[in-house]
Every structure is written in structure tokens, then in C-alpha cells.
């Protein structure tokens, strides 16, 4: 079946060493996504790709990093993740962005990160 | 700037009760309204609505979006322990292309 997949499932890190978590889909969409989602809180927007064109949200800090180095494959880099950043990391991917209509998005399971 | 506001935050029923959870956007250039089920894991999307007064269904659930008003409504009909979740509505607009704002959800406790 066409999904997406988030690996680890579940990462643990220490204070201030990278860490990186990767997904992938075989929809074959264009865009792809990362948010992170604190506990009781909504989603929050890190960044999406479309195709390859990069857009960061304002607020997303400079710790967060991400690449997409095919169609398929797109990854989270946390260069020092401090405390604040233990959260799940949802990684959704949507068909089109631009002229479409709706923007139905497929989420994958998650990474749930803490930081020790 | 845009919001989605859901209401109300968290909500406690027994089964069999029907229940009605709101969410109101303020968006530019809205495009479509989509509401997710998120259990203890990634969201799994429910509905996405674009025009007004058509109502979406699927089993149980049903939800219905109102442009001029802004809002849209999920009903949960016959409710049971497996609906327990956060439900979240979020907005998609021509704006923030590609880019969906989330409410903060509203959280569903069916208790038996």
C-alpha cells in the first residue's frame, strides 16, 4: 500500500548531539512536510518542500534543519536539540499544493524524540 | 493573521450520546477545511470540505462546512469508546500555499 513511512518510530538523544529523522513516501507527491507537535498542542509547521523548492516557516528556529534529496526521501536534522525540542515529529506529504483543490494531506506515524 | 479556533477543547460523553464539535477560521482566500482523527498516534484524515451546505458522511460521522458564517461542524452520532481522540480541524488557503493551520483540537472522551 501507498504511505508514508517515518523511521525511528521512537529516538532518543542527548542535550545538544544531532540527531536526524527521515521519511518517505511511495505516493509519489510532491510536497512534503515536517511538523512538531508538542503534548495537548496542534501541529506546528516547520517546513515544507515542494518538489524541491524549500519554505521555512518564520518561526521555525535555526536548529532545524531539513533535506529532500529525491522525491521519495525527506529529512529532519536537529543540529543540538535541547529539551524544548522533545516532541513528535510528523512528517505528511499532500499530491500538489499550487491550483489545487484542497490540500488532503497523509500524515505518517510519527518519531517521538526526547532528549535526555 | 489567520486562526482556526475549535470548541469546545476537550469533551467527556458516555456511549451511545451524539456529539458536535465546532471549529471557526478566520483564513484569506480560504480553499478547503479538513478535519483529522488523531489517537495516540499521527493524524488520519476524516473529511475535507470545500463548498457550503454539502454535507460529508462517512458511517457515524458527518461534517458540514458554512463559508459565509466561517465554521464547520463534525457530528458523531452513537458514539463509542474507539471514537476517543483529539479531532482537528485545520484550513488550507490560497495564500499559504501548501501550508495547513491547525487548530488546537478538541479532545473526546467516550467513556462506556
Known amino acids: 500500500d501507498a504511505m508514508v513511512i517515518q523511521n525511528p518510530r521512537y529516538q532518543v538523544t542527548q542535550f545538544g548531539k544531532p540527531v536526524t529523522l527521515s521519511c518517505s513516501q511511495t505516493l509519489n507527491h510532491n510536497v512534503m512536510y515536517w511538523y512538531q507537535q508538542k503534548s495537548s498542542q496542534a501541529p506546528k509547521l516547520l517546513f515544507h518542500y515542494y518538489d524541491k523548492d524549500f519554505n521555512n516557516e518564520a518561526d521555525t528556529p535555526d536548529n532545524f534543519q531539513s533535506r529532500r534529496p529525491n522525491t521519495s526521501f525527506c529529512f529532519l536534522d536537529i543540529r543540538s536539540p535541547g529539551l524544548g525540542d522533545a516532541a513528535m515529529y510528523l512528517c505528511?506529504?499532500?499530491?500538489?499544493?499550487?491550483?489545487?483543490?484542497?490540500?488532503?494531506?497523509?500524515f505518517g506515524p510519527g518519531t517521538r524524540l526526547t532528549v535526555l | 493573521e489567520d486562526k482556526v479556533v475549535q470548541s469546545p477543547l476537550s469533551l467527556v460523553v458516555h456511549e451511545g450520546d451524539t456529539v458536535t464539535l465546532n471549529c471557526s477560521y478566520e483564513?484569506?482566500?480560504?480553499?478547503?477545511l479538513l478535519w483529522y482523527k488523531q489517537e495516540k498516534k499521527a493524524p488520519t484524515f476524516l473529511f475535507m470540505l470545500?463548498?457550503?451546505?454539502i454535507e460529508k458522511k462517512s458511517g457515524r460521522l458527518s461534517s458540514i462546512l458554512d463559508k459565509k458564517e466561517l465554521f464547520s461542524i463534525l457530528n458523531i452520532t452513537a458514539t463509542q469508546t474507539g471514537d476517543s481522540a483529539i479531532y482537528l480541524c485545520?484550513?488550507?488557503?490560497?495564500?499559504?500555499?501548501?501550508?495547513?493551520?491547525f487548530g488546537q483540537g478538541t479532545t473526546l472522551q467516550v467513556k462506556p
Open positions: 483564513v484569506t482566500n480560504f480553499r478547503s
Open positions: 505528511a506529504t499532500s499530491r500538489d499544493g499550487a491550483g489545487a483543490v484542497g490540500n488532503e494531506q497523509f
Open positions: 485545520a484550513v488550507d488557503s490560497l495564500r499559504n500555499t501548501g501550508k495547513l493551520i
Open positions: 470545500t463548498s457550503s451546505g
